[in-house]
């Protein structure tokens, strides 16, 4: 009487060797940690995105960029990326003025300003995606690394057998095969959102690049109807 084997999934990993059990371990906390970076950082993306377009929306209605800084000051804290560009460009233009610094150098202040925060901004939207590419890239190798262990261990064992046959190889394979199957899930929503999110950060980037030179351009008319 032939007894079946437990192939379960669960099965394979509560029996796979110690080296086995702790890929998997390891690549499921390389999952868990992935997932959280994926939700955490989809809503940052996504907050940015509204927060965006709403400022651009007030600066776009022709409201005057001195009652606009005023406002953006009194809500700094809840502000978002492009309105806190704005905010120090706008500062250094009128700290700059209020020197009478000359008209060139004034710009090139407010330039310096957006520029510095424009990197800031741009930095901290992509804080962690860095781990996400590199789950992204890595997890396959241990799985792929658990599995070559496993299938070694399954042939080995059959050293100590008079007649190899397929219900002695299959659950060694199968056990190993279970670290290459954690290791893709876990790398493929990485890379998947990885890129999804860089692209998003892009087309933000391109949004405030874009935004500071219209405020450039608004600052030299403002600067002129000045002097």
Same mark, same amino acid.
């Given at each position: 009487?032939?007894?079946?084997? *437990? +192939?379960?999934?669960?099965?394979?990993?509560?029996?796979?060797?110690?080296?086995?059990?702790?890929?998997?371990? $390891?690549? $499921?906390?390389?999952?868990?940690? /992935?997932?959280?970076?994926?939700?955490?950082? !989809?809503?940052?993306?996504?907050? %940015?995105? %509204?927060?965006?377009?709403?400022?651009?929306?007030?600066?776009?209605? &022709?409201? *005057?960029?001195? %009652?606009?800084?005023?406002?953006?000051?009194?809500?700094?804290?809840?502000?978002?990326?492009?309105?806190?560009?704005?905010?120090? &460009?706008?500062?250094?233009?009128?700290?700059?003025?209020?020197? =009478?610094?000359? /008209?060139?150098?004034?710009?090139?202040?407010?330039?310096?300003?957006?520029?510095?925060?424009?990197?800031?901004?741009? *930095?901290?939207?992509?804080?962690?995606?860095?781990?996400?590419?590199?789950?992204?890239? @890595?997890?396959?190798?241990? &799985?792929?690394?658990?599995?070559?262990? !496993?299938?070694?261990?399954?042939?080995?064992?059959?050293? =100590? @057998?008079?007649?190899?046959?397929?219900?002695? @190889? %299959?659950?060694?394979?199968?056990?190993?095969?279970?670290?290459?199957?954690? &290791?893709?899930?876990?790398?493929?929503?990485?890379?998947?959102?990885?890129?999804?999110?860089?692209?998003?950060?892009?087309? +933000?980037?391109?949004?405030?690049?874009?935004?500071?030179?219209?405020?450039?351009?608004?600052?030299?008319?403002?600067?002129?109807?000045?002097?």
């Amino acid at each position: 009487m032939h007894t079946t084997q *437990d +192939l379960s999934i669960l099965s394979l990993i509560l029996n796979a060797s110690l080296l086995a059990q702790a890929v998997m371990l $390891l690549l $499921l906390f390389f999952s868990m940690a /992935s997932w959280t970076i994926i939700f955490k950082k !989809g809503a940052v993306i996504r907050a %940015a995105r %509204a927060q965006t377009e709403y400022f651009e929306h007030h600066f776009l209605s &022709g409201s *005057d960029v001195e %009652a606009l800084y005023q406002q953006a000051e009194k809500r700094r804290r809840n502000s978002g990326a492009l309105e806190r560009i704005f905010i120090e &460009g706008m500062r250094e233009f009128l700290k700059a003025r209020g020197h =009478n610094v000359a /008209s060139h150098a004034v710009l090139d202040a407010a330039r310096r300003a957006m520029h510095a925060a424009f990197q800031r901004e741009t *930095d901290a939207l992509e804080t962690h995606l860095a781990t996400l590419a590199s789950i992204g890239s @890595v997890s396959p190798y241990i &799985g792929l690394f658990g599995t070559v262990w !496993g299938i070694m261990n399954s042939f080995r064992g059959l050293s =100590n @057998v008079q007649q190899a046959t397929l219900a002695n @190889v %299959a659950p060694g394979i199968a056990e190993a095969l279970v670290a290459t199957a954690i &290791g893709l899930f876990a790398a493929i929503p990485a890379v998947m959102a990885y890129n999804r999110y860089m692209h998003d950060i892009d087309r +933000l980037a391109i949004r405030f690049e874009t935004f500071i030179e219209e405020f450039l351009n608004i600052l030299q008319r403002h600067k002129s109807a000045h002097i």
